[in-house]
């Protein structure tokens, strides 16, 4: 497992980006799949978006797509979100999540190994 520190939230008005990012600890994270999900007050958490280990590949929840967009720098042990065009809808906490092993996409909570304790994203209509 790796551990998993998000930054970067705060509070923006509708129409407007942040920049989210998800720090790890440990050398072997360049290998790990990476994950964003998000969990608004009264809800269940849901994805937002995954990239590969070699950010080749990603995918997006329909709700981001266009809007959103996953990175990230292995040198920096360090996956990125890219928010823009926010909309009240967008708020809630952001964690970022890491699982090992063949990529794949996956959109479920319980397909990763580690999480981190999530940042909060407020947007203001």
């Known amino acids: 497992q790796v551990q998993l520190v998000e930054s970067g939230g705060g509070l923006v008005q509708a129409g407007g980006s942040l920049r989210l990012s998800c720090a790890a600890s440990?050398?072997?994270?360049?290998?790990?799949?990476v994950g964003w999900f998000r969990q608004a007050p009264g809800k269940e958490r849901e994805f937002v978006a995954v990239i590969s280990w070699s950010g080749s590949d990603t995918y997006y929840a329909d709700s981001v797509k266009g809007r959103f967009t996953i990175s990230r720098d292995n040198a920096k042990n360090t996956v990125y979100l890219q928010m823009n065009s926010l909309k009240p809808a967008d708020t809630g906490r952001y964690y970022c999540?890491?699982?090992?092993?063949?990529?794949?996409?996956?959109?479920?909570?319980?397909?990763?190994?580690?999480w981190g304790q999530g940042t909060q994203v407020a947007v203001s209509s």
């Open positions: 440990g050398q072997t994270f360049k290998w790990y799949t």
């Open positions: 999540a890491a699982r090992g092993g063949v990529y794949v996409p996956s959109q479920q909570t319980h397909e990763y190994d580690s």
